[in-house]
């Protein structure tokens, strides 16, 4: 059977990836596409090509459909299962289910099955009892060399970070254990909107006054908490107004206008200050059967605006819209882009599509890579060298004027380092080089800085919580959460004072020529001069004062009383702990 689409050439690159990869191994894979991209040709494609049974998952009864309609256009005929569709056939060699309803049929899915293919695999969680991977165990079960595809545009989640752990192009993302193991293609926004596969975005601040979320408080996930949200909203109805009267009147030259609301109370309210005859409102309470009258109505522009509560972020495709109003906070990258992708689909007349951020969120569009939450707001992307291997990483951190990086947050080199000789199902070995680390008091390996135990001997890390707590209880110890260091140079000694938040001092000499004394001072502090992106030995003093202004300072520094003078005896860099910092509020 011919396939009728010619697939572009990403889509083929995707296909090929595919098959190139589990021909190697079984090891589960992630193809990141832009939304829009057309994941489901994708999907189809890999189906036509499959010899034996294959399921593929997702999470709303939209994309099933779709994908379904896509895989049929083939002239083949595939079941569907979803409580949704009204629909549960599984005898089929292809399958196009929604994860809830394959989750609460778990017995009607014991045949044995080649692939799982899961669109939207964000969404899948790292935990056992999730219901994706639930149902991974149970089809693992009747088949051990069970493949497992995840396809996404957006591959990381609030709290985990990213959802693969292996990148095709040779780095790596963290050290834990991840849903899915290899990203084994990808494609960037950008290539898609400059080849003219997707609408350009117009991003454009907000003109009028913003909401400021800032204060609100968050959960692990980076999220608010809805009475906290419209709490704040309801003190501010004049900047609802005035900023759907922005919208009303920036949508004149617009054909379809979606606005994202923080909260079901904050939805009512922007509808009410909308044309009620040109606008329609859902959220997660509305009505099935009303929901999709609304979206058919919206879809053939009987209806203007669409206000939603985060109920149409995927498997929502109106190409015509062209005009994104984001009223809600998110910390989610992720989410952040599902968002502005439903505007970005190419139409006939479409020339962009504009996107007005009233919440402040400050998500960079093209450049979410580093897909970990921002340390702080003043965070950028910054590339980091490894003095190890030479791999260029991307981390967060901060530049000065000229756009070098005086400060990142990286801990160890993405980068990974092939085998020469590789054998099959081998997985690359990662840099084991650390900007950060936590020396191992045993056998001075350098582990991760919130390890437990040494990677290298094993051994139980002393914790610096342990560490302050236990200085803190005795008379003849001091505590001083360092906030900076100065150095004085005296022909071959180096004497380092560390000043306290409080105005507090305590010093020590390193004499730089007596080598076991010049060898510890580069351990503590040549390691991780200049963040650990140009560790130096140093070999004299002079040198050392030469680059003062990029040596580290530790967060805590532990001395114990001896007759005359403190001596120090710890030095705590990189902390992380529930002991506050020096100059933190």
């Not at 079901?264 to 009258?293: M, N």
């Not at 998500?363 to 590339?383: A, I, T």
């Not at 105005?503 to 510890?520: H, L, N, T």
């Not at 070999?539 to 990029?550: G, K, T």
């Given at each position: 059977?011919?396939?009728p689409?010619?697939l572009?050439?990403?889509?083929?690159?995707a296909?090929?990836?595919t098959l190139?990869?589990?021909?190697?191994t079984?090891?589960?894979a992630?193809i990141?596409l832009?939304t829009g991209?057309?994941?489901?040709?994708?999907?189809?494609?890999?189906?036509?090509?499959?010899?034996r049974k294959?399921l593929?998952?997702?999470?709303?009864k939209?994309?099933?459909?779709?994908n379904?309609?896509?895989?049929?256009s083939y002239?083949?005929?595939?079941g569907?299962?979803?409580?949704?569709?009204?629909?549960?056939?599984?005898?089929h060699?292809?399958?196009?289910?929604?994860?809830?309803s394959?989750?609460?049929?778990l017995?009607?899915?014991?045949?044995?099955?080649?692939l799982?293919?899961i669109d939207?695999c964000?969404?899948?969680s790292?935990?056992?009892t999730?219901?994706?991977?639930?149902?991974i165990?149970?089809?693992?079960?009747?088949?051990?060399?069970?493949?497992?595809?995840?396809?996404?545009?957006?591959?990381?989640?609030?709290?985990?970070?990213w959802?693969?752990?292996?990148h095709?192009?040779?780095?790596?993302?963290?050290e834990?254990?991840?849903?899915?193991?290899?990203?084994i293609?990808e494609?960037?926004l950008?290539?898609m909107?400059?080849?003219?596969?997707?609408?350009?975005?117009?991003?454009?601040?907000?003109?009028?006054?913003?909401y400021d979320?800032s204060a609100?408080?968050q959960?692990?996930?980076?999220?608010?908490a809805e009475?906290?949200?419209?709490?704040?909203?309801s003190?501010h109805?004049?900047v609802?107004?005035a900023i759907i009267e922005?919208?009303?009147?920036?949508?004149?030259?617009r054909q379809?206008?979606?606005?994202?609301?923080?909260t079901?109370?904050?939805?009512r309210?922007v509808?009410g200050?909308l044309?009620e005859?040109?606008?329609?409102?859902?959220?997660?309470?509305?009505d099935l059967?009303?929901?999709?009258?609304?979206?058919?109505?919206?879809?053939?522009?009987?209806?203007?605006?669409?206000?939603?509560?985060?109920v149409l972020?995927?498997?929502?495709d109106?190409?015509?819209?062209?005009?994104?109003?984001?009223?809600?906070?998110?910390?989610?990258?992720?989410?952040?882009?599902?968002?502005?992708g439903?505007?970005?689909?190419l139409?006939?007349?479409?020339?962009?599509c504009l996107?007005?951020?009233?919440?402040g969120?400050h998500?960079?569009l093209?450049h979410?890579e580093?897909?970990e939450?921002?340390?702080?707001?003043?965070?950028?992307p910054?590339?980091?060298f490894c003095?190890?291997?030479?791999?260029?990483?991307?981390?967060?951190?901060?530049?000065d004027?000229d756009?070098?990086?005086?400060?990142?947050?990286g801990?160890r080199?993405q980068?990974?380092l092939e085998?020469?000789?590789?054998?099959?199902?081998?997985?690359p070995?990662?840099?084991?080089?650390?900007?950060r680390?936590?020396e191992c008091?045993?056998?001075?390996?350098?582990?991760?800085?919130?390890?437990r135990?040494?990677?290298?001997?094993?051994?139980?890390i002393?914790?610096?919580?342990?560490?302050?707590?236990?200085?803190?209880?005795l008379?003849?110890?001091m505590?001083?959460?360092c906030a900076?260091?100065?150095l004085?140079?005296d022909g071959?000694k180096?004497?380092?004072?560390y000043?306290?938040?409080?105005?507090?001092?305590?010093?020590e000499?390193?004499d730089?020529s007596k080598?076991?004394?010049r060898?510890?001072?580069?351990r503590l502090f040549?390691?991780r001069f200049?963040?650990?992106?140009a560790?130096?030995a140093?070999?004299?003093a002079?040198?050392?004062?030469?680059l003062?202004?990029?040596?580290?300072?530790?967060?805590?520094v532990?001395?114990?009383?001896?007759k005359?003078?403190?001596q120090?005896?710890?030095?705590?860099?990189?902390?992380?702990?529930?002991?506050?910092?020096?100059?933190?509020v």
């Amino acid at each position: 059977m011919n396939a009728p689409f010619k697939l572009r050439p990403y889509q083929q690159e995707a296909v090929d990836a595919t098959l190139a990869h589990f021909r190697k191994t079984d090891e589960s894979a992630v193809i990141v596409l832009p939304t829009g991209a057309g994941k489901s040709l994708v999907i189809a494609e890999l189906a036509r090509l499959a010899k034996r049974k294959i399921l593929v998952v997702t999470h709303v009864k939209e994309l099933v459909e779709q994908n379904h309609a896509k895989y049929q256009s083939y002239g083949l005929t595939g079941g569907v299962f979803s409580a949704g569709l009204k629909r549960k056939e599984s005898h089929h060699q292809v399958t196009f289910a929604s994860v809830q309803s394959v989750s609460a049929n778990l017995d009607q899915f014991r045949d044995e099955y080649s692939l799982v293919i899961i669109d939207e695999c964000h969404r899948v969680s790292g935990e056992e009892t999730s219901q994706y991977q639930r149902i991974i165990e149970l089809l693992r079960q009747q088949n051990d060399s069970l493949k497992v595809l995840g396809l996404t545009a957006t591959p990381y989640r609030l709290a985990m970070g990213w959802i693969y752990r292996y990148h095709y192009r040779g780095f790596v993302r963290g050290e834990d254990d991840k849903p899915f193991q290899y990203c084994i293609y990808e494609l960037p926004l950008n290539y898609m909107i400059n080849r003219g596969y997707l609408t350009r975005p117009e991003l454009v601040n907000a003109a009028v006054a913003q909401y400021d979320f800032s204060a609100l408080p968050q959960d692990r996930f980076g999220e608010y908490a809805e009475r906290d949200v419209n709490q704040l909203l309801s003190k501010h109805k004049r900047v609802t107004r005035a900023i759907i009267e922005q919208v009303v009147e920036l949508a004149a030259e617009r054909q379809g206008v979606m606005i994202f609301a923080a909260t079901v109370e904050h939805a009512r309210e922007v509808a009410g200050y909308l044309p009620e005859h040109e606008t329609a409102l859902i959220t997660g309470a509305t009505d099935l059967k009303d929901r999709d009258l609304l979206i058919q109505r919206f879809k053939q522009r009987q209806l203007k605006y669409l206000v939603n509560v985060s109920v149409l972020t995927t498997g929502f495709d109106a190409p015509h819209v062209d005009f994104i109003a984001i009223l809600r906070p998110t910390q989610s990258v992720s989410l952040y882009q599902q968002i502005v992708g439903r505007g970005l689909r190419l139409d006939e007349g479409k020339q962009d599509c504009l996107v007005i951020d009233y919440a402040g969120n400050h998500v960079n569009l093209h450049h979410p890579e580093v897909g970990e939450p921002k340390p702080n707001p003043d965070s950028e992307p910054v590339q980091v060298f490894c003095p190890g291997c030479g791999f260029a990483n991307i981390f967060w951190g901060k530049t000065d004027d000229d756009g070098r990086v005086i400060e990142h947050y990286g801990r160890r080199c993405q980068g990974l380092l092939e085998p020469v000789d590789r054998v099959q199902d081998e997985r690359p070995q990662q840099c084991d080089y650390r900007f950060r680390f936590k020396e191992c008091p045993h056998c001075g390996a350098e582990n991760d800085i919130a390890a437990r135990n040494c990677h290298q001997c094993q051994k139980a890390i002393i914790d610096p919580d342990d560490q302050l707590r236990d200085a803190l209880k005795l008379k003849d110890a001091m505590v001083i959460r360092c906030a900076g260091i100065s150095l004085v140079a005296d022909g071959s000694k180096l004497k380092i004072t560390y000043h306290g938040e409080n105005g507090e001092e305590v010093g020590e000499s390193f004499d730089f020529s007596k080598p076991g004394q010049r060898a510890v001072f580069n351990r503590l502090f040549g390691r991780r001069f200049a963040n650990s992106q140009a560790p130096q030995a140093f070999r004299s003093a002079d040198e050392v004062l030469e680059l003062e202004a990029l040596l580290p300072a530790p967060d805590f520094v532990i001395a114990r009383k001896q007759k005359h003078y403190w001596q120090v005896q710890e030095r705590v860099f990189d902390y992380q702990g529930q002991f506050r910092k020096a100059n933190e509020v």
